[in-house]
């Protein structure tokens, strides 16, 4: 068993799709394990994509990221991370088939409705960032 890490993005969110997604694990057979809606702060933000603070569109991804609360999700299931990812699709929806959530309901990469881990470890981290005692009911 595997765990990974979700988080519904302020796009999603104010759409109203956050059932409509959680839908989709649960379909799946992901168990939830748990669930925070929340809003994000740009410390955690510079945390969670500190990949990518060199980047020219960091500044856009944070006014992105807090321009609404996001919803955090902790989800368990065999190879959760890769099967959560293939769920999602790829950053840039437009290039996202039909059947991800991306290829679903997004069309561009700065608004592209979920974010998923792309690694146990960075699941594990990004876990504890976000909610954290998480780990220690594991
Ligand atoms: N992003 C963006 N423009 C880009 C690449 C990424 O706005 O050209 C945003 C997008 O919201 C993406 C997030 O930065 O989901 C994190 O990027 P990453 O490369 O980690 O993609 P992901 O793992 O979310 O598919
Ligand atoms: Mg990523």
Redesign the pocket.
Known sequence: MERTYLMI?PDGVQRGIIGLIIHRFESRGLKLLGLKMMQATEEILAEH?A??KD?S?FP??LA??TSGPVVGMVWEGSQAVSVC?TM?G???PCTANPGTIRGDFALI????VI??S?SVENAEKEIQLWIPGKNAQK
């Open positions: 993005k994509y990949h990518l980047k569109f856009s991804l992105y990221m990812r999602l790829p950053t840039n990469s700065s608004k592209n974010h998923g792309d």
